[in-house]
């Protein structure tokens, strides 16, 4: 990316551009459209249908029915609508620290919104803990975390039918992004699907901001969690139109029929449009023609790599976790105790803008440095994104006095067992309460830290963009 005066940018985070930034058959074929025809989706057109198709092979057999929109909330939505349609029953179950979108219907139902507004949980909204084997409540080092995390989602069912609720649907991004790039373990989603399908209800899988290639061995990341595991309802939105507005909710004919059965007519005027749906075709091939999941398995194996590296160096990194082109960098003050290094990731990612590498911070303490970059990311745009961060870790540390990990003892937890994956590190014996005190309190670190951030934040050391500087594109 370029910003007004030239300046180039490396884009780390950009989930948006999926093909890469002004991707020149993307614009060709909304180009050619819209000299063509565009219009609303009350006519008949070619392009809608064949989409349909391309979208549908992508999927399990029994996920056939596309229903078109131009967002991920309109799809997150209307998936509800759908899911409740479907039995009448009107219940949710969500994750914490989740979001999926920002209508009404779905702040109601994301904790990563709800708990930091005034709004108080609807009693139809049923919260369930985050499947986090780093800092969640049940951990690596637990037997069977996937059937632990699941049973609580079980506990929240009966406790909701001893109250005379009922189950409509229970929803999740099949890799949560806002969450802090968690990764369920393995086993986790089946289990799930098993207790909510023996209440009614349906399974969403959201994969809004984690789909189209982005695990790099499967198209969809669901699919990573096994052939047996098939939600009912699959949203997907952002990459969808590399940035032009296109989204789509996909379910089951059974699903379907129930909604049609309600008399209530679908109709969305620019959903599946003629020109959204060359677009999202311009997508669908350039995915498959630059072989961009390979790509994402490559370059995401071989980052990956690096910053395990980098973790072995700096006791500032507590944990790298994720799948192809979907990292997340959780920073510690702490190994043993896992406290979230807040204002240490800030201070990251302003240095790393100065470097002209563009990252951001999410998770429910905002301490995870999360990678989620355009599909053609490069080997190189790896190397030079994970040398810069080598750099600023480095300064850091020495200005709040923390050893390099080559000085200090390694004693790094390992990982718990991701979906079709057994790798996993040497296990270290240090745990902490699970229910962290979310707080940006320093616990005990030295007084060159306190000078050093608050240095930071008084403005003495330098930021970047003491000016807004609105970012431009080049081919």
């Known amino acids: 990316m370029f910003d007004e005066t030239g300046e180039q940018y490396l884009d780390c985070i950009n989930n948006v551009a999926h093909v890469g930034h002004c991707h020149p058959d993307v614009v060709k074929a909304a180009l050619e459209q ?55 029953h009107q219940d949710v179950i969500t ?28 009693a139809f909204v049923h919260v369930a803990p985050t499947p986090d084997t780093y800092r969640g409540k049940y951990r690596e080092d637990h037997a069977d975390p996937a059937s632990a995390y699941a049973e609580e989602v079980k506990e929240i069912i009966e ?9 409509a649907a229970f929803i999740a991004e099949s890799m949560q992004s806002c969450g802090g790039q968690i990764i369920p373990p393995a086993g986790y989603f089946q289990k799930v699907a098993e207790y909510v399908h023996r209440a009614g209800g349906v399974f969403i899988a959201d994969e809004v901001q984690v789909g189209f290639g982005r695990v790099g061995k499967h198209f969809w990341s669901f ?39 309600s008399g209530m007519e679908y109709f ?15 997508v669908l091939n350039i ?41 997340g960098i959780d920073l510690v003050k702490d190994r043993q105790k896992r ?50 961060l080598d750099e600023i870790l480095t300064v850091l540390e020495e200005a709040i006095g923390v050893q390099s990990e080559s000085m200090i003892s390694e004693n790094s937890p390992c990982r718990a067992k991701l979906p079709n994956e057994a790798h996993s590190e040497q296990l270290g014996d240090g745990t902490s309460d699970p229910r962290e005190n979310p707080s940006p309190k320093r616990n005990g670190l030295c007084t060159d830290k306190h000078s050093l951030l608050k240095s930071i934040r008084a403005g003495k050391i330098k930021a970047i963009w003491k000016k807004s500087h609105t970012a431009s594109v080049k081919k």
């Open 268 to 282: 969305n005027t620019y959903g599946g449009n003629p020109v959204s749906s060359a677009v999202g075709l311009a």
């Open 34 to 88: 819209m000299e063509l025809l565009n219009t609303n989706s009350r006519f008949l057109h070619d392009n809608i249908v064949e989409y349909a198709r391309r979208l549908a092979a992508t999927l399990p057999e029994k996920l056939s029915v596309c229903y078109f929109t131009n967002s991920g909330s309109e799809a997150n939505d209307l998936a509800l609508r759908l899911a409740r349609q479907f039995r009448g």
């Open 223 to 261: 699919q990573m969690h096994g052939e047996d595991f098939v939600p009912d309802i699959v949203t997907m939105g952002k990459p969808m139109g590399n940035g032009h507005p296109m989204a789509c909710v996909v379910t089951t004919k059974e699903i379907a029929e129930a909604f049609s059965s």
């Open 95 to 122: 994750l914490d620290h989740a979001y999926h979108g920002h209508l009404s219907s779905l702040i109601e139902i994301s904790p990563y919104k709800f708990r930091k507004g005034k709004d108080v949980k609807k």
């Open 287 to 327: 995915i498959e023609n630059e072989d961009l999941q390979g790509n994402a398995t490559r370059v995401g194996d071989y980052l990956t790599e690096l910053l395990n590296k980098q973790k072995a160096k700096h006791t500032l990194i507590g944990d790298i976790r994720g799948i192809g082109l979907f990292i």
């Open 159 to 167: 406790e909701a039918h001893n109250s005379g609720r009922k189950i």
């Open 339 to 388: 406290t979230p290094a807040t204002d240490e990731a800030q201070h990251v990612l302003y240095k790393m803008k100065e470097k002209r590498v563009l990252l951001s911070a999410d998770g429910p303490h905002r301490n995870v440095l999360k990678i989620k970059p355009p599909m053609c990311f490069t080997e190189e745009d790896a190397k030079f994104m994970v040398d810069k």
